[in-house]
Structures are given as structure tokens and as C-alpha cells.
């Protein structure tokens, strides 16, 4: 079974940075891709970001293009997404989510199987 726990998350004000991090157990994730989807309060589930078994493959959700990036080392079954130029808009539960099997990837939260428990990033003005 595939176990992911997230950290990083904190506050921080506008304009900060903040690193998330998503540990893989259970299963060594090299063939899936992975992603980073958020919720906010009263909001449906984001897709923030997505990389493949390929890190050259990478896709991101239009209000975090330019500022946030995702990246992997699979050497330690790790994901992370780097979140920089933070806006109060950020401010949310943030999901690391591996996919539902090998060598697929996609934007929606149905082409992941796997799901972590989530960390809260607050941004404030």
C-alpha cells in the first residue's frame, strides 16, 4: 500500500516562499507520476501541478504558472513543490497524490490513486 505524507507547510506572508515535501512509502514510485492539487475553504480540490516518470514532463495549473515548480528525486521516493512569490490566493490545503498506476499522467484528480493527508499553507497580506 502507498503511503504519502506531506510537509513544509506553514505561514508565511505575501510575497514568501515555502517548500512542500512528499515522502513515498510502501511502494517505490519511479514509474508514476506525481502531483500537487490544493483546497481552499469553501473551493473543489485545484490541480496545482504535475510531473511524470520523465521529470522533463511537467504540467501546472495556470494561477500557479511562473511561480511554483515541481520536481522529484527518485532516489529518495520523494516529490516536492517549490512555492515561490506567495499570494493570499494560495492560501489552502495542499495534496501530494501519486497516479493511479504506471506511466500515466494528467490534471485531474480521477488520474490519481494515491493521496496524502494534506498541509495547510496560509498566506497573509
Known amino acids: 500500500q502507498v503511503r504519502l505524507v506531506e510537509s513544509g507547510g506553514g505561514s508565511v506572508q505575501a510575497g514568501g516562499s515555502l517548500r512542500l515535501s512528499c515522502a513515498a512509502s510502501?511502494?517505490?514510485?519511479?514509474?508514476?507520476?506525481m502531483g500537487w492539487f490544493r483546497q481552499a475553504p469553501g473551493k473543489e480540490r485545484e490541480f496545482v501541478a504535475a510531473?511524470?516518470?520523465?521529470?522533463?514532463?511537467?504540467y501546472y495549473g495556470d494561477s500557479v504558472k511562473g511561480r511554483f515548480t515541481i520536481s522529484r528525486d527518485n532516489a529518495k521516493n520523494t516529490a516536492y513543490l517549490q512555492m515561490n512569490n506567495l499570494e493570499p490566493e494560495d492560501t489552502a490545503v495542499y495534496y501530494c497524490?501519486?497516479?493511479?498506476?504506471?506511466?500515466?499522467?494528467?490534471?485531474?484528480?480521477?488520474?490519481?490513486?494515491?493521496w496524502g493527508q494534506g498541509t495547510q499553507v496560509t498566506v497573509s497580506s
Open positions: 510531473i511524470g516518470w520523465n521529470p522533463g514532463i511537467t
Open positions: 497524490a501519486a497516479a493511479r498506476r504506471p506511466y500515466i499522467i494528467g490534471q485531474d484528480s480521477s488520474d490519481f490513486g494515491f
Open positions: 510502501g511502494r517505490t514510485l519511479t514509474s508514476y507520476a
